[in-house]
């Protein structure tokens, strides 16, 4: 069976590299105290597009560095920084023995996820990458899935995606015929329109929900 799986704040803890770049940024840059919250909140967990977000941090603090310079910086940190989240080496490990075909299916530039993949060594552990800047197509596309299913010769139908986003993961997963299991990261399913197979709280928890529901 494909389980298809995100990558950021699903296999890799996002969030935290990102508090830790914030941290060291607003450090390096001898920022105020509020900018701590302020950056974060801009960066609105990764769906503010980057150019904008460093153009707004250089005019509001005035940084004396061009926004490409910030912006270059921050993506080679941020892969440094790249960890997995709790569980997700086990849980992709796991999913191998079991005997399914697991496929990162990720929202973001080829440079990026591609890098944190490789720092975090997940590679190894899947069957297949297909990351949204090689292809120009981003979830919720049904094209970004069916290039996993094509890639691993798998069908959608009867699958699974595993992410944190409603829209992207859940809602684009349904349409293509695949259960879907959303990491709730202490939030609660507020679309009427569809509703996840499973709701995890955290991915130690997919197998058995996989096993349980087919």
Known sequence: MLVMIDL??????RTEAVALWVSEFVSSWKLPDEATGWIQKLDNDGYSARVDVFAAIQERYQIAAPVEELLAAYQDRVIELAR??????RCLASLRGLGHTIAIVTNGS???QHGKIDAMGLRSLVDAVIVSGDLGI??????????AAAATGQRLLGSWMVGDAATNDVIGG???????????????????TCEPTVILNS?????????EHG
């Open 8 to 13: 950021d704040n699903t296999l890799g803890n």
């Open 84 to 89: 997995p989240t709790e569980g997700a080496m």
């Open 110 to 112: 080829t440079k990026q």
């Open 138 to 147: 981003k979830k919720p596309d049904a094209r970004i899935f069916e290039a």
């Open 174 to 192: 349904h349409a293509v015929g695949a259960k879907t299991a959303w990491l709730h990261r202490d939030r609660t399913w507020t679309d009427p």
């Open 203 to 211: 991915l130690s928890e997919l197998c058995d929900a996989i096993a």
